[in-house]
Structures are given as C-alpha cells and as structure tokens.
C-alpha cells in the first residue's frame, strides 16, 4: 500500500532563500511528525501534529522554521531565510493507532 | 526520556544471528523500548518495541531483562541487507509529543558475508 511520501526528494537552495517542504502521509494516521537528520548525526526532532494542531513545537531550531498542517493530511515545513547549517535530509513520519512510526525517504536539502 | 547507551559498531557474520546490546540504567517504569533501524539513504523501519515482557515478531526479537535496565535485539539469521544502523529508543508515552522519538548515533551493524 501507500506509504509516507515527501517532495520534492532533493532541493538545493541558496543562502536566504525559503524553501517548503512537503510530506503526505499515510491515509487516515492522524499523527505527524517532523525529523531531520544532518550528515553523520542522528534523527532530531522537530515537530509533531496530532490533526491539524501542532502540541509539541519544541523542536523547532529557531523561529525562521513553521510548520502548517490541513485536512489533517498534508503538512508542509517551511524554513525562511536559509541557512548552511539548515542543510540535512528532512524525515516526516505518520502514526495510526499503534506505536510505530511509518517514515517517508526524507528530502535532502542542501543550502549553497 | 531515559538515556540509552549503544556500541557505536559492530559485525555479524551472515546466517548468524546478530544481537544488539542497548544499556537504559536509568528507564522508568512507564518508559517503553523502541527499536527502529535505518538503512543507507533511507528513512528509519519501526522493528519492535517492548515494555517488560520479551516480545518476538516476523523481524526480530526483544529481550529485556527483569530489571529493565538493559535489552538485546536479536536478528536470528542475519542476511546482508539487515546491514543498517540500529536505535534503542526509551520514551513515555506522552500526550504533547505523542510518542516523538529521540533518537542517538545508534549501532552500525555490518553484516558479511
């Protein structure tokens, strides 16, 4: 079946620019979550969304990172003003009933 | 969370059956164990997870001891593509995080052949 999906896979961007990053996930799990993970470092968390409302921003490296969800289905990661150390791969997982988390490939960001 | 201590790497010989250590000395009684992998350019795989009795399932399985200060996972027969990196996670089920994980630098397991 359908897994978690992001888009775009890679995006390369110049310093200051936005970027959205997007993550579809599993029909019908109404947990989301947001990891990223910068080159030979674990998975850090950054945001989970239980329907379209957001109980825990505490991840969230600085104020230029959003995070919106609708229909609570889609949400988007938004990062304003890039910066060299925003470059990573940027993880979304979805949760149904149960205790796993279902990943999607990540998309690798690199800000130039 | 509880913190949790791995080896950085290890090796396994293929067929053989690989076991992670994972030491959490400092869990809590409602704290559960997680285990996910991830392979080599993709998002981490859910494996197992446990709270005190062992647990086994089509991948893997999770030995706790009595204590709950430490777990082993066992991959029975390992086969090369089970080479990945392995996380011992320990989190509470809590209602604002909704289970969020933590995840450390985890085991490089290598297996060969």
């Known amino acids: 079946g359908a897994g978690v999906s992001q888009s775009p896979s890679n995006k390369v961007t110049e310093k200051g620019k936005d970027v959205e990053l997007r993550c579809d996930p599993i029909?019908?799990?109404?947990?989301l979550y947001w990891y990223r993970q910068s080159l030979g470092q674990g998975l850090e968390f950054l945001i989970y969304f239980q329907g379209n409302s957001a109980p825990d921003k505490s991840g969230l490296p600085s104020d230029r990172f959003s995070a919106e969800r609708t229909g609570g289905s889609v949400s988007t990661l938004t990062i304003q003003r890039t910066q060299q150390e925003d470059s990573a791969v940027y993880l979304c997982?979805?949760?149904?009933?149960?205790?796993?988390?279902?990943f999607g490939p990540g998309t690798r960001l690199t800000v130039t | 969370d509880a913190k949790t201590t791995q080896p950085t790497s290890m090796d396994c010989a293929e067929g053989r059956a690989a076991n992670l250590p994972c030491n959490h000395s400092t869990i809590s009684g409602n704290e559960y164990v997680y285990w996910y992998r991830q392979i080599h350019s993709q998002g981490p795989q859910y494996i197992i997870h446990?709270?005190?009795n062992n647990e086994t399932n089509e991948m893997a399985s999770l030995i706790i001891t009595e204590d709950r200060k430490s777990s082993t996972l066992i991959l029975p027969h390992a086969t090369l593509r089970d080479t990945a990196v392995y996380y011992c996670?320990?989190?509470?089920?809590?209602?604002?995080?909704?289970?969020?994980?933590?995840f450390g630098k985890g085991t490089s397991l290598l297996v060969t052949p």
């Open positions: 997982a979805s949760r149904g009933g149960g205790f796993e988390q279902y």
């Open positions: 996670i320990v989190r509470v089920a809590n209602s604002n995080s909704g289970y969020a994980l933590n």
């Open positions: 446990g709270l005190k």
């Open positions: 029909s019908g799990h109404t947990a």
